[in-house]
């Protein structure tokens, strides 16, 4: 079983950045790819961005792409989403989550298995 904690989240104005963090535990991290979700309420939770496990590819949502930008460190078994000119409409809860098997569908929920608890991040306006 794979456990998942995110952490970094809070309150920022908009245009102010924010770093997350994805600590992760009970298998070979490096084999596996992370991605992170977000989800605001009363709406479906959404691709942000997703790393392989070499941390060689890099995906990202189009919303966030040249603001966002996905990292991983797997000495520390720790995925990082470092988030910079935060606009008010990023205001959601962020999940990291891993995979069952080595290869998924990166961008949708249903390729993941394993999901953290979330860390919320409000950006006003």
């Known amino acids: 079983q794979v456990q998942l904690i995110e952490s970094g989240g809070g309150l920022v104005q908009a245009g102010g950045s924010l770093r997350l963090s994805c600590e992760a535990s009970?298998?070979?991290?490096?084999?596996?790819?992370v991605g992170w979700f977000r989800q605001a309420p009363g709406k479906e939770r959404e691709f942000v961005a997703a790393i392989s496990g070499s941390g060689g590819n890099t995906y990202s949502a189009n919303s966030v792409k040249g603001r966002f930008t996905i990292s991983r460190d797997n000495a520390k078994n720790t995925v990082y989403l470092q988030m910079n000119s935060l606009k008010a409409e990023d205001s959601a809860r962020y999940y990291c989550?891993?995979?069952?098997?080595?290869?998924?569908?990166?961008?949708?929920?249903?390729?993941?298995?394993?999901w953290g608890q979330g860390t919320q991040v409000t950006v006003s306006s």
């Open positions: 989550a891993a995979p069952e098997a080595p290869y998924t569908n990166v961008r949708a929920t249903t390729g993941y298995n394993y």
């Open positions: 009970g298998r070979t991290f490096s084999n596996y790819g």
